[in-house]
T-cell receptor, first 113, second 115 residues
Framework: EAGVAQSPRYKIIEKRQSVAFWCNPI?????LYWYQQILGQGPKLLIQ????????DSQLPKDRFSAERLKGVDSTLKIQPAKLEDSAVYLC???????????FGSGTRLTVV | GDSVTQMEGPVTLSEEAFLTINCTYT??????LFWYVQYPGEGLQLLLK?????DKGSNKGFEATYRKETTSFHLEKGSVQVSDSAVYFC??????????????FGTGTLLAVQP
């Protein structure tokens, strides 16, 4: 079974620029999550999708972050404009649902300079 | 709100030493508890889990018991190896009351095992 794929692996941008991350979940997994992991902290949920609908985006800074999951499969997370404090690893995870079977991708490490 | 507190690192041990990483939680419902491990340059991997009080999760020689009375889920291993060097995260997921099954993580504990 293929894992959760994320790209790019690394990204360096200047503040005020925009950036997008891509995630391809495990086939058949209805639930997709984006987490932000700042250095020295545990991952924090940004947004959760169930198929192509948003379940929880209460921690997403909506003035600069946006996410979509077209056709209930792949997802993109965008930051526009980026701030220095957005430097973090962005983790995508998927699960079949029901609180079981979480699988994380390797993440995208974003550095904002 | 729900939260997880785990001991700060780094924890430095010699090979074959006994490991304990403390984790306590606060939750309004009846959470499931997890330990995740993150090896250098890799994503998070589920190490073990427990879904109800007194359950013991175990994997690769690691164990943790869900203690509702002390709201704890301490990670233990009897004899660590160099290959166990990684960051360990305690987490909970609370489905009670219609909550989403998001994971709430502790800050992580870096374990460094020396030969």
């Amino acid at each position: 079974e293929a894992g959760v794929a994320q790209s790019p692996r690394y990204k360096i941008i200047e503040k005020r620029q925009s950036v997008a991350f891509w995630c391809n979940p495990i086939s058949g997994h209805a639930t997709l999550y984006w987490y932000q992991q700042i250095l020295g902290q545990g991952p924090k949920l940004l947004i959760q999708f169930q198929n192509n609908g948003v379940v929880d985006d209460s921690q997403l800074p909506k003035d600069r972050f946006s996410a979509e999951r077209l056709k209930g499969v792949d997802s993109t997370l965008k930051i526009q404009p980026a701030k220095l404090e957005d430097s973090a690893v962005y983790l995508c995870a998927s699960s079949p649902g029901g609180g079981t079977g979480y699988t994380f991708g390797s993440g995208t490490r974003l550095t904002v300079v | 709100g729900d939260s997880v507190t785990q001991m700060e690192g780094p924890v430095t041990l010699s090979e074959e030493a006994f490991l304990t990483i403390n984790c306590t939680y606060t939750a309004t419902g009846y959470p499931s508890l997890f330990w995740y491990v993150q090896y250098p340059g890799e994503g998070l991997q589920l190490l073990l889990k427990a879904t109800k009080a007194d359950d013991k999760g175990s994997n690769k020689g690691f164990e943790a018991t869900y203690r509702k009375e002390t709201t704890s889920f301490h990670l233990e291993k009897g004899s660590v190896q160099v290959s166990d060097s990684a960051v360990y995260f305690c987490a909970l997921s609370d489905l009670a009351g219609g909550a989403t099954n998001k994971l709430i993580f502790g800050t992580g504990t870096l374990l460094a095992v020396q030969p």
